[in-house]
């Protein structure tokens, strides 16, 4: 029990926490990548890969080559695309993933015979044009999965995780609209030896694990350039249930009727965000963008040992929230990336033995970043403020990274 309620506390501190889109240029400009167009948009829309063919990315961070994404374009006549992510990183767990747009997950697997190997399998995004009126549309499939068992007549334990991600989208009104649909399906494996025995039991087992999601936006120009803005709305709805078993009467022969339930643990969320973004570009050279609006998320979470139930519940309002950018021009070949963030949270977290905590507080971030430009390539960075505080390392003697984090776009013509 103790150990349910410590998870759901460090849950609600990743609720908090800001979710990041995977290019490092909408990253700088204040997490701003629901208003901004980007190739980062595949993620959220997956419609948007048509506007983005022939390209290869890398994401750099935590000092190594991430992923490589290829988007590879095919017939000319009636072009289709396809979009292949493929990892270098380390394990993913379900602890700290979000549930796209806004939640987080417990980790529900209990593995504490073997480690997770590694298992961020691959990312594929699918797109073309519909019907007469040539509507982009896109798919998006992600794959984890890793898993390991021994096969030895006196030790039969195995562990594993899987989690799938399906989804869809559409871009209308000539590019001025993108909505977005799409759900995650979780299941794991945890299979331990019945002791002085050969035959295993389900140590844990998953009672349905998935989430739902949907997210909108607009872009409208009230009037003439160099206005536009970007309306905005996300919904998630999500469930994770596991059931714990002990053995009961040890003593061989073991049979499933030997066992007993020990603990259930159930948690569901729901979330949303309603927002506005604005964009500001009086020219080529300078882009200034502004989101603001709420979102709410709850988590309920209830824990059952024996016949005692413990309920406990979480939510976090973010009233308001800012999310601020700049992209600015500094020469031919570089740009200059500044932003921030803000969201105003009461948090609140209260179970029925009359526990309850409130907080109220601000989440500040701010980021600074680079873009080049040599041709066709482009780089963007995440980079550490020491570089203006202290200068290089050469001068300052200091070792701190220059980067957080860098993505590398290559446009294949």
């Given at each position: 029990m103790r150990r349910s309620l410590i998870v759901l506390c460090f849950l609600l501190l990743l609720m908090s926490a800001s979710s990041f889109a995977t290019n490092t240029r909408v990253l700088t400009m204040g997490e701003n990548n629901t208003i901004l167009l980007d190739e980062a948009n595949i993620w959220l829309f997956p419609s948007r890969i048509m506007d983005y063919p022939n390209i290869a990315v890398g994401e750099f961070g935590d000092g190594d080559f991430m992923n490589l994404g290829i988007h590879w374009k095919f017939d000319e006549d009636n072009p289709w695309m396809l979009g292949t992510y493929l990892y270098n990183s380390d394990v993913v767990y379900p602890m700290g993933r979000p549930l796209p747009p806004l939640g987080y997950r417990p980790q529900f697997v209990p593995f504490d015979d073997f480690s997770l190997l590694s298992n961020q399998r691959i990312d594929l995004f699918y797109g073309r044009r519909l019907g007469v009126n040539q509507i982009p549309f896109g798919f998006h499939f992600g794959a984890v999965h890793s898993s390991q068992r021994n096969d030895d007549a006196s030790d039969q334990r195995e562990e594993g995780l899987s989690m799938y991600t399906f989804e869809t989208g559409l871009t209308l009104g000539g590019g001025a609209t993108d909505i977005a649909a799409g759900f995650e399906l979780m299941t794991w494996k945890d299979k331990e030896n019945f002791p002085a025995d050969t035959s295993v039991f389900d140590?844990?087992?998953?009672?349905?694990?998935?989430?739902?999601?949907?997210?909108?936006r607009h872009f409208w120009q009230p009037g003439p350039p160099p206005w536009t803005v970007v309306p905005h709305?996300?919904?998630?709805?999500?469930?994770?249930?596991?059931?714990?078993?002990?053995?009961?009467?040890?003593?061989?022969?073991?049979?499933?009727?030997?066992?007993?339930?020990?603990?259930?643990?159930?948690?569901?969320?729901?979330?949303?965000?309603?927002?506005?973004g604005l964009q500001y570009a009086p020219s080529n050279d300078a882009m200034v963008v502004l989101d603001f609006g709420f979102r709410y998320d709850k988590v309920d979470g209830d824990f059952t040992v024996g016949s005692a139930t413990v309920e406990a519940t979480a939510k976090t309002f973010t009233i308001p929230f800012f999310r601020a950018g700049a992209d600015?021009?500094?020469?031919?070949?570089?740009?200059?990336?500044?932003?921030s963030t803000s969201y105003w949270e009461r948090f609140t977290r209260e179970n029925d033995a009359s526990d309850k905590l409130l907080q109220d507080f601000a989440n500040n971030n701010t980021y600074l970043g680079f873009g080049f430009h040599w041709g066709d390539l482009h780089v963007d960075t995440y980079t550490h403020p020491d570089l203006f505080l202290k200068g290089f390392n050469f001068i300052s003697g200091e070792t701190t990274s220059m980067n957080f984090a860098i993505s590398a776009l290559y446009e294949i013509m």
């Open positions: 140590e844990s087992k998953p009672k349905g694990n998935y989430s739902l999601y949907a997210q909108a709305a996300s919904v998630y709805k999500a469930k994770n249930e596991a059931e714990y078993y002990e053995i009961r009467n040890p003593g061989a022969p073991y049979t499933d009727d030997t066992l007993e339930l020990a603990q259930t643990d159930k948690y569901s969320w729901f979330g949303f965000e309603l927002g506005t600015l021009k500094v020469f031919d070949w570089m740009d200059v990336r500044l932003g």
